[in-house]
């Protein structure tokens, strides 16, 4: 029987519950005798190659690519999971749902500290770059999401036995350690 | 500015657990709590300005701004909607000039929004500058606008004052108290103030205790705790002073009962609250009576001062040596919350209405961290009855397990709105008719909080094993859209009142009541409704108080009893919908940073 099929990406994400995925340590290499990795920031794959098994979604979504990305996992995943606070509801992001897209936009080119070298004040509006959304989504919003993953980022044991779980069907083991926060 | 504030401060000793009161005495003076104001009050209370702060952002009846010379408070309670309030808002926003959330530019009229207000029975209703306007119709507004703009007096345009003790000089109110429709066995039953404290002396505080434990009075609040056990408890743990409170916040939407025993019967109501002290030892009695009856203030104040002169109240009561028991009042400033026991005890203490961890629990660490006993006014009411006529007489009346009457509030849609006393045990049916309830598609029991029925349900009766209720009961007409007008006004009513502390009671309601309009906007899915009901049953588990535990009740309980009507509102088999609009979504970046949205 063939490997099961495992994709992931990052949205509107900071890269951590990737990190954190990566923090399984050498369960790696035992993880690679298990799937076979398609698009992923971790082979570098940059579009769907074939039909997939598993996705792992981090971030919610900010703009439209993230939004064309998230669907496009969808369709190309037979399962989907959350992971971790920004996909599941928004996360630090979703900071600035509430505040007005302008003022967003005007504090980050205009007015910001940080926009020293904009003296041209200029706005992003290359018809190339990602839109942005008129606030932050969390995933499930947009598409079907089966599972979800929570943490910020969830620990690596929790990514773990979770594709453990989904892999060989066995029931998820949760024990407390694994989604305790504090 | 400087002298007055410290002339209000020094009103109260001085005294940061005062705070409440501090405030609300400034908010009456200047419509406001003026920046100036809270950097004196922290100086001179030794107190940091951000925690001057706190207490005042959390009460809905502070502002920081001026909230008008006239400031209306209009009710936006459901009973209140379904009687017509937002055409009276509208008329209030035509005449007026201004819109709900401000304030006229020459800053003379003010209208806001408001939770309930206790007047279900006479809606649309409002308060302006603390005086209730009930029944309002589009006319009225028009003559109190009208008013506003020639300077009356706000009580001057009452008109005619109400039924009962509404029109006693010392209220003058126009509210209607429908006055106790059913003349109950217990409550309502005529005695002369004193007799049962007369009684209550002549006995052990033990054996007061102990009649009260047998005859299985529970608290009428809400939660149906046994009021004997809780006054045992209470004389059992250690503490340099205990504490009696009466609970008189009544925010619960559809609730006004505690309205009408404050105006018709406060004396059996202080006489109780002496009784309770007598038997847990409590010198000191705490009314905490809700922002919104503030127009009862005065009268209830005389209405003691009476009872001092009769020796009821004060020293050495009814000569008595040692027994010294005398009650303040402490005014509420608009919070719901602040019904709940602990979170009441801290409002009392001057700070946010936040409730408390438990354990310790009131009774071991309440007010001041002093064994404190918090009881409903229609609890300590009750004991009087008890006190004259014997536990046994009590026990008699009503069920098994719910001991005596309860006082019902109906309102909503019935000829008969009011407050009526019936005996445990009452079927719902029965109180259905004696309100004139013809068309009903359904009944809210207990409030926001409470259960939504349906008719098939109507021969369940009222009492603490079946359908329990703090004194809501709510009629549904059969032409209402249950779930547009009910239940979504119900999550928005907590979404409002949450104290924020716990993330389901703060997130999870916002998310539910997204989910819920998902639905009605016809994009849900099967799926979205069985969502609704799992993550719903989590708030119970998940939160501190009984608002977080029962806010998602509006909706598991129309989905256990109305099904269908979430059924209906489903309209494609498809296990998964988005609500996403991706042209909406990009519409207003794209639009300032100028740019052609390009959606495919
Ligand atoms: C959100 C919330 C609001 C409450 N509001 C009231 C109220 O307005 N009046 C009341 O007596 N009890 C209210 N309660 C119940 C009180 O916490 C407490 O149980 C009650 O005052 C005890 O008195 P009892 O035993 O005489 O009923 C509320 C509870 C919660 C959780
Ligand atoms: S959940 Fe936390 S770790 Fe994961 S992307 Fe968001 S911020 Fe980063
Ligand atoms: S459940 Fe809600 S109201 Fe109660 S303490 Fe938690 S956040 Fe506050």
New interface residues.
């Given amino acids: 029987m063939s490997k099961p099929v495992l994709a992931t990406t990052s949205l509107a994400g900071c890269f951590g519950c990737h990190m954190s995925f990566l923090d399984i340590d050498e369960r790696i290499l035992e993880l690679i005798e298990l799937v076979e990795f398609n698009k992923s920031p971790i082979d570098d794959i940059k579009t769907f190659t074939k039909q997939c098994d598993i996705g792992l979604i981090e971030g919610g979504c900010c703009n439209?690519e993230n939004?064309h990305v998230l669907k496009d996992f969808r369709k190309n995943c037979k399962i989907l999971v959350s992971v971790g606070e920004c996909a599941i509801?928004g996360g630090l992001p979703a900071l600035r749902n509430g505040i007005?897209?302008?003022e967003c936009?005007r504090e980050a080119y205009l007015d910001g500290p940080t926009v020293g070298l904009n003296t041209e004040k200029i706005?992003?509006?290359?018809?190339e770059l990602p839109?942005?959304?008129?606030?932050v989504?969390p995933c499930h919003?947009?598409?079907?999401i089966d599972y979800y993953l929570p943490g910020c980022p969830p620990t690596a044991d929790l990514i773990w036995n979770a594709l453990i779980a989904l892999i060989t069907g066995d029931e998820l083991k949760l024990p407390y350690e694994v989604v305790k926060f504090d | 500015m400087k002298d007055k504030v410290q002339d209000i401060i020094k009103k109260y000793h001085d005294d940061k657990t005062r705070l409440m009161d501090i405030l609300i005495d400034i908010q009456a003076e200047y419509n406001c709590i003026p920046g100036e104001a809270i950097e004196i009050i922290a100086g001179q209370l030794n107190m940091s300005k951000v925690d001057v702060e706190q207490t005042l952002s959390f009460y809905h009846f502070f502002t920081t701004e001026p909230n008008g010379k006239y400031t209306v408070y209009l009710n936006d309670s459901m009973v209140a909607e379904m009687m017509g309030r937002d055409e009276i808002a509208r008329a209030f926003e035509e005449e007026a000039g201004t819109t709900f959330g401000s304030v006229t530019e020459d800053g003379l009229i003010g209208l806001f929004n408001t939770s309930d207000i206790g007047m279900n029975d006479q809606e649309p209703a409002a308060l302006i500058n603390g005086v209730p306007f009930t029944s309002l119709t589009i006319s009225k507004v028009k003559e109190l606008i009208a008013g506003f703009k020639a300077g009356k007096e706000v009580k001057d345009m009452i008109g005619q004052t109400g039924d009962g003790n509404n029109s006693d000089p010392r209220i003058m109110s126009m509210v209607n108290n429908n006055c106790l429709k059913r003349i109950g066995s217990i409550m309502c039953l005529e005695y002369e103030t004193g007799w049962a404290l007369r009684r209550t002396v002549h006995i052990t505080r033990e054996a007061v205790i102990e009649m009260v434990k047998r005859s299985n009075l529970r608290g009428r609040g809400g939660a149906g705790f046994p009021a004997g056990l809780k006054w045992e408890f209470c004389r059992k743990s250690e503490g340099d002073a205990t504490y009696l409170v009466c609970n008189a916040d009544e925010g619960e939407p559809g609730t006004f009962k505690e309205r009408v025993v404050l105006t018709e019967m406060p004396e059996q109501l202080f006489e109780g609250m002496a009784i309770a002290a007598y038997a847990i030892n409590a010198k000191e009695g705490i009314l905490y009576l809700r922002a919104e009856y503030i127009y009862l203030r005065d009268y209830l104040e005389d209405v003691m001062e009476t009872m001092r002169k009769d020796n009821l109240l004060g020293k050495h009561i009814l000569g008595v040596e040692g027994f010294d028991f005398d009650i303040r009042i402490q005014m509420g400033a608009g919070a719901y919350v602040c019904g709940e026991e602990s979170a009441l005890i801290e409002s009392m203490e001057g700070k946010r209405g936040e409730p408390r961890n438990r354990p310790p629990f009131p009774v071991q660490a309440g007010y001041m961290n002093q064994p404190t006993v918090v009881n409903n006014v229609e609890t300590l009411s009750t004991v009087v009855k008890i006190m004259l006529n014997g536990p046994d007489w009590f026990k008699a009346i009503g069920t098994p397990e719910s001991a005596g009457t309860k006082l019902l509030s109906v309102a909503g849609d019935c000829k008969k709105p009011g407050v009526y006393e019936f005996e445990f045990g009452t079927k719902v049916n029965e109180v259905l008719d004696l309100v004139e309830a013809t068309s009903v598609q359904a009944v809210q029991i207990g409030g926001p909080s409470g259960v939504c029925i349906n008719p098939e349900m109507f021969d369940r009766n009222i009492s603490f094993e079946d359908l329990s209720t703090g004194g809501a009961f709510i009629v549904i007409g059969k032409d209402r859209d249950l779930l547009q007008d009910v239940v979504t006004n119900y999550i928005d009513f907590f979404i409002e009142e949450s104290c924020s502390s716990c993330a389901p009671c703060r997130s999870l309601t916002v998310i539910l009541r997204g989910k819920l309009q998902k639905l009605l906007n016809g994009h849900g899915t099967m799926n979205d409704i069985d969502e609704l009901y799992r993550w719903g049953q989590f708030m119970k588990q998940a939160n501190r108080c009984g608002l977080g535990q029962t806010a998602a009740n509006p909706i598991l309980t129309t989905i256990e009893n109305f099904r269908p009507l979430y059924e209906a509102l489903v309209k494609t088999d498809e296990d998964y919908m988005s609500e996403f609009d991706m042209s909406k979504a990009v519409e207003e970046s794209c639009k300032y940073v100028d740019r052609v949205p390009n959606v495919h």
């Fill in positions: 439209s939004i509801m007005p897209v302008e936009l706005l992003p509006n290359d018809d839109m942005l959304l008129d606030k989504y919003e947009i598409v079907k």
